[in-house]
């Protein structure tokens, strides 16, 4: 199985707009970061992780032609705000249509089809997404091409929830701010564990460093990466010095092989 990182920034992205601080100036690529989202590709199934607005730049990085399945953590745009460029998958073999299967909770779902209502309307006009949209049982494993899907329940904040997802030994868990230990425990015994944390600094709905360092210090993974991270995270270059040992910042383009 490997993971792409796609995008490793938080909702608003690093560089930041307007911003003059020494990581959103740093000329280091690991120091860019997109929306975050990630790639999941197992056997000759592709699997991204949220379509953000940077998904069209994302899909144009990894040179793919198609993919399976998007499966979506939760609502908010950093993480859906891509979603009408799935187009392009739709129609790359006219005439043919291949409609995008995109799988989320009711709750996302439901956000999704009033978001882009256009796609879903009765009488469409030319052109628009083809979307099949899944709504996942937050209980339940469900299966892309073969391939399980473990979803985890975490809390964002007071008012939303979020979707993690485990498939085979690898857990991704990004916009979480608590979790419970019936979840943390179907996260037990994997080999590679992303987690999201903002910055150093606490904040209400997004781990810290040290919250994230607190999850990965129970689960114990072989490798842990950090991921949705801001520019208070500081320059990449200088993170190892910053990190707890064994936990590292993902960053863009950054490509892990998980054995099962
Ligand atoms: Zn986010
Ligand atoms: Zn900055
Ligand atoms: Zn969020």
């Known amino acids: 199985m490997k993971l792409t990182f796609l995008g490793t920034g938080t909702s608003q992205g690093v560089p930041l707009i307007g911003c003059r601080c020494e990581v959103c100036c ?112 937050i209980d339940k494993p469900f299966s892309i091409k073969g391939v399980e899907i473990i979803p985890i329940h975490g809390h964002h904040s007071d008012r939303f929830e979020v979707t993690g997802y485990r498939i085979g030994k690898l857990a991704y868990l990004t916009d979480f701010k608590k979790i419970e230990q019936s979840e943390i425990n179907k996260l037990m015994g994997v080999d590679t564990l992303v987690v999201n944390a903002l910055r150093f600094k606490p904040h209400d709905s997004h781990f810290s460093v040290a919250e994230a360092a607190q999850l990965i210090e129970q689960v114990k993974p072989r490798k842990a990466y950090l991921t949705h991270l801001s520019h208070e995270i500081g320059l990449h270059t200088t993170s190892p010095e910053r990190l707890p040992k064994g936990i590292e910042l993902a960053y863009d383009t950054l490509e892990i092989e998980i054995n099962d």
């Open 26 to 137: 740093s000329e280091d690529k690991r120091d860019k970061r997109l929306r975050t989202s990630a790639m999941v590709e197992v056997n000759d199934c592709r699997i991204i992780i949220d379509a953000g607005p940077d998904f069209r730049q994302q899909m144009l990085r990894t040179g793919v032609r198609s993919i399976d399945a998007i499966i979506l953590t939760h609502e908010h745009k950093d993480h859906t705000g891509g979603i009408d460029d799935v187009r392009a998958f739709n129609f790359v073999d006219y005439p043919i249509i291949r409609p995008s299967h995109i799988y989320a909770t009711p709750h996302t779902a439901a956000c999704v089809r009033k978001d882009f209502d256009y796609a879903f309307a009765e009488n469409k006009y030319r052109g628009v997404p083809v979307i099949e949209l899944h709504e996942i049982d």
